[in-house]
């Protein structure tokens, strides 16, 4: 089947993202090469839907729609656009729609679009931009990769201490030129434009002229500083309810501030990374070609061959008692994946738990003790059914003892090391989402089949 | 070593969240009964923070610090607390100081502190609640768990079509007492009380009072039924980049609003949930109990078992050609965990896909091809590989031919797995993250045992 196939099976999305109808639509007009049509199923959807219909389409189709209908490719869709495509779609623009595109962007979507570009792409969308944009972008720029510094806009509303809500709404109607799109407090500044503090536009509009801005500040006033990695920012937006805050260089000046919207973005990569990690994945997108693909998985598979082997010299220490009783090697698997599942239930919820920070070193302890009870608990329970289960298949109750013991050894080491390891990791800097899954495994593997192999040559041999 | 340990090494968190030093000054305030010292260390900690403190220590210190300080856990800190331990916090504290922490709340988040209590510590708070505030609550809790009316706040902020600027500030300023503490549109109705449009509150300050709202319409608005899923207005919200939407009744009248915040907490309990199941693990909180963390866990690792138990019988069809080459014995691990590993990374791209409505049926098949074609080209080089070891390790070139053969196999169909998996429980109405785990496990261990094993007694013996 071909790329067009729509199944019309799928389940509508409740108005929301693409409908395969709308896709399949389009997907036709490309082919008939009619642009008027294309144009109008285009003209209803939002820049994040037609992004999204780009990344579902292969590149000769997406090739065929950037020809029919460039104008549709204004800059709000290529800051959708996932950052794999967006080299290949650009290189693809005209240079005019390009800058036309560019311009009407705020700073911290410029920059958001160009920091992953070629060197060349960057300056020829940087030459788009009128000076007072382009300096504000290369400032953004000059911060490091995932800081504050990229995340902010520079555009700020800002009053001095003295004002009132009256001043600041004069203030506001005289500039409404220069505002940005979207603003949700006035930040105050002292005479340095250091931010004191900041007013909600609903106090705002909803106090009388002559109050002073002083009287109105919010207590979740937080200026971020602009070195701050960007997930940190998420973090205070998530835990302390952030809509806007105010982000400060070394010195404590206002330099821009950083919105909701943005650490939600922020919030949802660092989400994402960290479940693709935990399975081993570098990056994954599914747009990416399969030799990219197939590089980003391969060193995660080698090192899963790595520690399989090592698993297979343990086994390889038993040869003799495999040989006599080769119902042990029919077992194997049993310890293995019941070792590797329990590890990875207690590593997830760890890895997890780090991340949100209610896994500190005040509580780390009490986990500890918990996960290995856990592991007890759930060791004793599933030593009695393999226990029975080795008796019924192959008839012999030394086979089921041993069996047992190992389940639950196997069990309680797989909590531990599940919290351990992560733990460790992150003690020492390394992403425990990134690592702790082969560690983990290679525990369960080792001790489990050593356990085992070795309790059944100790009793039935 | 106890709860009290503190660990120095831990990096400090940029002033974000609890850091070491004040946790463990909290407890030794604790620990000395010194109400006072106590309270001077609540009183700069945001709400969150607090309701974190309570969540890393455990049961026992809990219910110290509440007795100690009874008057620091005013709503904010109970809605910020984990559900697990809400019950447990309210039914300590006193009926008055819960009355007054409960009527400061939004209607919404008294919602979300009380659906998942018991229906006595539900009513209890509810009689706490004024009469109008009451009705609020009871009216947003008959609507579905996890639906936009759960979710909304019912306090809004509406104009009428007709009205000014002018107007709507003066309104606002008449009524700034009944005003929600956040709020950033002015949504404007028709006579029939249904939504036309919203006016953001940074256009109402920048334009002349004479300036009609209808004027000053954005393009984000998207009414939102107020029976829609928490994940589709998380989807809407990330998606279109909302900070307000209006809620909707079937006959489309305004019934309440739900703000960015909101969603950020949906979309993050998604995640979680995500990460959770794809580990098989239920619920999964630090704070459970022992007893009730092995409930959750245990179901996963039972029907794990029985996979497992699959994958042996396999291997047991072959127990002669294991016994007469006991390397098979050792080299099965190997492409158990390879055909694992691939398996998981196919899915969990794939489950992550399905979430952000990036994986359709209008791009299924080309996916489902690239991802066989990453299997076969990673399967010839692990071939490859494993070839050589086989021969090198065992010193014999068939062996490796075999496991050379078994794993191109091995990894071309747990990539595929790992795609239809996930694509055909999604169509079926089930969570792919929920079961997709062990399904594509128990085709990789089959398919892999059988190809290795059955290739093995064809060719060696």
């Given at each position: 089947m071909d790329d067009e196939v729509i199944d019309k099976t799928a389940p509508e999305e409740d108005g929301y993202g693409l409908d395969n109808r709308t896709v399949s639509a389009i997907l036709l007009a490309v082919a008939a090469g009619d642009a008027a049509r294309l144009a109008d199923l285009f003209e209803p959807l939002h820049p994040a839907d037609i992004a999204d219909l780009l990344e579902q389409v292969d590149a000769g189709k997406r090739r065929e729609i950037l020809l029919l209908a460039p104008r549709q490719f204004d800059g709000e869709v290529l800051s959708e656009l996932d950052e794999t495509l967006r080299e290949e779609v650009i290189a693809f623009l005209p240079p005019e729609i390009l800058a036309e595109a560019v311009r009407e962007l705020e700073s911290d979507d410029v920059v958001d679009l160009i920091e992953d570009l070629e060197k060349p792409q960057q300056d020829a969308i940087l030459d788009a931009l009128e000076m007072v944009d382009r300096v504000a972008v290369e400032q953004a720029l000059s911060?490091?990769?995932?800081s504050a510094g990229r995340l902010m806009q520079r555009e700020v509303v800002r009053a001095p201490e003295h004002w009132t809500v009256g001043e600041t709404i004069d203030h506001l109607r005289a500039n409404k030129k220069t505002l940005p799109d979207q603003f949700y407090h006035v930040i105050v500044v002292d005479p340095g434009i250091r931010p004191v503090g900041y007013v909600t536009l609903g106090k705002l509009l909803s106090s009388r002229r002559s109050v002073r801005l002083t009287d109105l500040f919010e207590d979740s006033f937080r200026p971020i500083p602009v070195t701050q990695p960007d997930s940190e920012v998420a973090y205070a937006f998530n835990q302390y309810h952030l809509i806007s805050a105010p982000v400060v260089d070394d010195a404590g000046r206002l330099v821009g501030v950083i919105t909701i919207d943005d650490a939600m973005n922020v919030l949802d990569e660092e989400h994402e990374e960290d479940i693709l990690r935990l399975a081993g994945v570098g990056e994954g997108s599914l747009n990416d070609r399969v030799i990219e693909t197939t590089r980003q998985r391969f060193p995660w598979l080698f090192v899963n061959l790595l520690t399989a082997i090592v698993a297979s010299l343990v086994i390889a220490q038993f040869e003799d008692a495999i040989a006599q009783v080769v119902a042990l090697a029919v077992l194997m698997p049993i310890i293995a994946s019941m070792g590797g599942n329990a590890g990875t239930q207690s590593l997830t919820v760890a890895v997890r738990a780090l991340a949100t920070k209610d896994l500190t070193g005040s509580n780390v302890w009490r986990v500890v003790r918990r996960e290995v009870a856990v592991g007890l608990v759930n060791g004793a329970i599933f030593a009695l059914v393999m226990g029975l289960v080795g008796l019924v298949w192959f008839g012999s109750a030394q086979l089921g003892a041993v069996i047992a013991v190992a389940m639950v050894v196997n069990l309680s080491v797989a909590a531990l090391a599940g919290i351990l390891v992560p733990v460790t990791l992150d003690k020492l800097g390394v992403d425990p989402a990134l690592a702790s899954g082969t560690f983990v495994t290679t525990v369960t593997d080792v001790v489990g089949f050593f356990a085992f192999l070795g309790l059944a040559s100790v009793v039935l041999l």
């Open positions: 911060y490091p990769e995932y």
